[in-house]
């Protein structure tokens, strides 16, 4: 589940994958190769840090699969939808964890 959600961030940023090699010092190789469903291939802790560090707003969903506005814990698909929500207490599920 952790490995299909950094896929999920993958494929929502904008950022090219030279851009993040510089930015987690991970070869975008690797990087290519994670999103890449033929290659069936494990994440690595350092991959999961690396992302979070680049993204810290999604580390609670990256872990859970759930977000949590109120503290600034979103997800690629919650971003995006960018909807005024009301802030209810306890962690929601996203409808964009699959």
Known sequence: MIKERVITILSWTDI???KLEEMTGISRYTWSNLKNPS???EIKEEEILAIAKVFPQFR???LTGEVM???GQTSPGYEEEGA???SSPGARAD???S
């Open 16 to 18: 090219r994958l030279p």
């Open 39 to 41: 290659k069936n291939r």
């Open 60 to 62: 609670w969903w990256i």
């Open 69 to 71: 506005p109120e503290i």
């Open 84 to 86: 005024d929500r009301s």
């Open 95 to 97: 409808s964009s964890d």
